[in-house]
């Protein structure tokens, strides 16, 4: 459908799901590889794919049948090659960098612990980045741990923020507005504009939060901020 007058938006009726994640990922791929002419933007989400092009050029009609060529080719049992990127992120969740950790456990009957644990357990899927550059959106959070947004979001939220939205936990990159709820912070710096690498992860990566005290916290962020071109995740195979 018509996003605008410079942008054309598939969108998929299927559920969230690493499978549909890998399939609109691998039609974006399809679409670089064999990028049409009319086609200068390639925008993967959730559940959509929006190609931006120049309207002064190209009508809708016509990016519509080259769009339409490619996911006529592009199909589920031709799938991306699994990614088996592992990146493990150290987190706080004490004191000041956790200052809604109370709030995600009283509303969930649970404990401080237990929410610490059931969030630091499961391995995330990096379904996509937005809404600001580098931010992460995970699935894969533990149902127990589902909380709405904040009513009214805060004006401020630190770099490094780990946050739950509903049921998607996710890492602000750098200071901003927000309305998910904050449980702890990383000292690793998630967007690097700098790097020929900006962002700490892609796409189909996976992500495990790993546990440290604030001793630890500040000992990293310390690193960081000595030797900003070292990335001090640890990325394995999975």
Known sequence: MANGDSALTVEF????SPLLSQYIHQLSENLKNHKPQCVNEIIPAYRSLTVCFDPLIFEHKIVEE????????????D?????????KIPVCYQGDFASDLAFVAETNNLTCEQ????????????NMLGFLPGFLYLSGLDE???TARKAIPALQ???GAIGIGGGQTGIYPFASPGGWHIIGQTPVKIFKPESDTPFIAKPM????????????FQRIARSENEFSGVDISEKNRL
């Open 13 to 16: 009726m299927a559920r969230v």
């Open 66 to 77: 080259q769009l339409e060529k490619v996911i006529a080719q592009s199909y589920f049992n």
């Open 79 to 87: 799938l991306l090659e699994a990614n088996e990127t592992l990146i």
């Open 115 to 126: 929410v610490i644990e059931r969030h630091t357990k499961p391995t995330y899927l990096v």
């Open 144 to 146: 127990s741990l589902h």
């Open 157 to 159: 939220v630190e770099a």
């Open 205 to 216: 990566d996976h992500i495990q939060f790993v546990p440290i005290d604030e001793a630890e």
